[in-house]
């Protein structure tokens, strides 16, 4: 499927990146509220799941374009496809590698930060960070999945 074939930074502004995106969010959501709540819809948590994802992506966003000068979405954002690099150097998908956990790190501080900000009052500190941290392993691993599967086939 070609229009899966190209970058984070093209396949944000399609379609198909506005479904793949709310789909990653959906999943934090939905771990989210399963483990603070012991139910899967709550509509407050969903909500701050959401906003914390914008947050992050408006972040990422913005530090990319300023150590890019100006590019956006090739920073924080790492899902490249094979137009943009060749894994099968190893160096190459080392580097990828490494720039993927960098930015999932990121992604967890800020996620848990703004979590905690706007949870703080309801649960323990302990239990958000825990959540964030579950909900973007998860969110990340199958958004990796679906997104890898297309761009280096």
Known sequence: MILLDVSFGIFAFLPQGWL??????????IIMTKILKQNWFDKRIYGIATLTNLISGAVG??????????WFLV??????????INISKGENLKGLIIFYFVAFILSVILESFTNWLFLRKKFETKQILTTTLIANIVSYTIGTIVLYSYSFR
């Open 20 to 29: 793949f995106m709310a789909f990653v969010i959906l999943i934090e959501c």
């Open 75 to 84: 920073v924080w954002f790492p899902w490249v496809s094979s137009n943009e």
């Open 61 to 70: 966003i913005i530090t990319t374009m300023i150590l890019n000068g100006g």
